[in-house]
């Protein structure tokens, strides 16, 4: 799958040329980030025709195929650092995600889809922080997702370090959403299963200290 990356980014230029920023001496990231919650709608229609486009896609009978969809609404850049397969093997991941932007991503796995994503960005101070979502979708159990945030590098790639261990863990014992607040970043995610049998559909969010938005 090619990387697929939607949305025009929100910039500083972006609010710059908004009435209510014209004056602004200084634009913040956290005014990034509150103006790219508010335009997720517009993003968000371009992202839910990939989706639809990719749920019709063929794939070998009996495979569960996760779809993940992830909105940056950070005030920044955020950057692709790992990936995890549990179960199931995830495709190529967008290499970053401006604010305002979503990225797509997709996992296909016959015995079900299991796996995680870590993308890292900044916070409103500067200090460089991990947002990891991962998601559950097994053949004949629940659909359960688990999304947290921590110090940059915490989540390592090498597939057999202990930290996956304890992801997994808080995933099995997790719900269809799940959210994290650290630092000043939040993070909110929820899982559905589509109208196309086998077909699961994660969207996740990741932003600074304003109110949880949703998935």
């Known amino acids: 799958m090619a990387l697929i990356v939607l949305g025009n980014p929100i910039t500083e230029e972006t609010l710059k040329g908004m009435p209510e920023y014209r004056n602004k001496t200084t634009i913040t990231r956290t005014d990034k980030a509150r103006m790219a919650l508010i335009m997720k709608d517009v993003a968000e229609a371009q ?47 967008p290499v970053k995600i401006e604010n305002g932007q979503f990225g797509v991503f997709k996992q296909t796995g016959k015995d079900g889809s299991c ?45 057999n370090d202990p930290i996956w261990d304890h992801v997994h863990e808080d995933l099995i014992n997790s719900g269809t959403t799940s959210t994290c607040e650290w630092e000043g970043c939040h993070s909110y995610m929820a899982t559905n299963r589509s109208d196309v049998e086998n077909r699961v559909v994660v969207a996740a969010t990741a932003t600074l200290d304003m109110p949880t938005p949703k998935a």
């Not at 486009?53 to 992830?70: A, F, P, S």
């Not at 796996?115 to 979708?137: L, Q």
Request: proline residues 2%; positive net charge; contains cysteine.
């Open 47 to 93: 992202a839910l025709k990939c989706v639809e486009n990719l749920k019709k896609e063929d794939c070998d009978r009996g495979t569960v195929t996760t779809i993940g969809k992830i909105y940056n609404a950070t005030g920044g850049t955020m950057k692709f650092s790992v990936k995890h397969d549990f179960s199931g093997k995830i495709g190529t991941c």
């Open 115 to 159: 796996g995680a994503v870590v993308y890292w960005g900044t916070n409103k101070n500067g200090k460089a922080c991990d947002w990891m979502f991962s998601w559950s979708h097994p053949t004949n159990e629940d659909d359960k997702v688990f999304t947290e945030i921590a110090e940059h590098g915490h989540y390592k790639s090498n597939p």
